[in-house]
C-alpha cells in the first residue's frame, strides 16, 4: 500500500498514512493482533492511542509492554511526514528523535551528526547516511506539519 498524501502547494504538505504492515519494528504477530483490533494504518494507529489511557488500553488488549506500544506510536507519527515515511522512521528514533514536534525543533547540523554517528557506531559505513538536504527537508516537513 503506497502512503496517502497530496500535497496542495509547497507551504502545505498533507501527513503520510501507511498501511501497518510497512510500519518498521513490528513482527508478523504483532502486524496481526494490531489488525485484529481495527488498526490498519499508522493513521489508525495514532488516532487510537492519542492519549496515555488509550495506550495503557491498547497494551493490555494486545498483552504487550507498554514500550512496544509507545515505540509503535512513535513510529508511526515519525513516517507521517512525507519525507521520512518507512524508510527513515525507525532511524530516527534509534537517533533520539521521537515525534514530529522534537523532529520540527532540532537542529539540521545536530540532528545529521547523530544520525551520522548512529550509521557509523551499527554499520561502520558513512556512505549510508542520509545527506544534510534530506535532514533538512525533514525538519522542514516536520515544522510545516505541525503548524
Known sequence: MSPKHQPTSINQIQSC???IEKL??????????????????????????NNPAARVALSNKLKVSLNYVKKWMALADLARIPSVGVQ?????LHAGVASVAQLGNIPTHRLHKQVLRLQVATMQRR????????VQQWIHQAQIIMS
Open 17 to 19: 498514512d501507511w498501511s
Open 24 to 49: 518498521p519494528g513490528l513482527s508478523p504477530e504483532e502486524q496481526s493482533q494490531l489488525l485484529n483490533c481495527g488498526i490498519a494504518t499508522t493513521g489508525m494507529l495514532i488516532s487510537q492511542t
Open 88 to 92: 527513515y522512521c525507525g532511524l530516527l
Open 127 to 134: 556512505d549510508l547516511c542520509p545527506t544534510v538536504e534530506l
